[in-house]
Nanobody
Framework: QVQLVESGGGLVQPGGSLRLSCAASGFSFSTYVMNWYRQAPRKERELVASISSLGDSTNYADSVLGRFTISRDNAKNTVYMQMNSLKPEDTAVYYC????????????WGQGTQVTVSS
């Protein structure tokens, strides 16, 4: 069964940094695009960053461009997100995601990790 397990969230002051990790299992990790989403209270879930299967292409939401960096280690079946210059508006639950996984042809999500940016 597919599993995505996030870690690395926590409480950080504005301007601080955190590194999120997502350990994946149960599917051919190195052949899939991986995504990080976030959902703040009373807001819709939004796509934050994506990385290609080989890690040679990335995309970011405008709100995090230049501050967040997504990366992956296919040998460890893990995707990361380095978050720098954090702002209070980055406060959210962050989710790891993979879409349309064979043979189930469905999307999978991790349980989420809370990131709180506050002084």
């Amino acid at each position: 069964q597919v599993q995505l397990v996030e870690s690395g969230g926590g409480l950080v002051q504005p301007g601080g940094s955190l590194r999120l990790s997502c350990a994946a299992s149960g599917f051919s990790f190195s052949t899939y695009v991986m995504n990080w989403y976030r959902q703040a209270p009373r807001k819709e879930r939004e796509l934050v960053a994506s990385i290609s299967s080989l890690g040679d292409s990335t995309n970011y939401a405008d709100s995090v461009l230049g501050r967040f960096t997504i990366s992956r280690d296919n040998a460890k079946n893990t995707v990361y997100m380095q978050m720098n210059s954090l702002k209070p508006e980055d406060t959210a639950v962050y989710y790891c995601n993979v879409d349309n996984v064979w043979p189930w042809r469905k999307d999978f999500w991790g349980q989420g990790t809370q990131v709180t940016v506050s002084s």
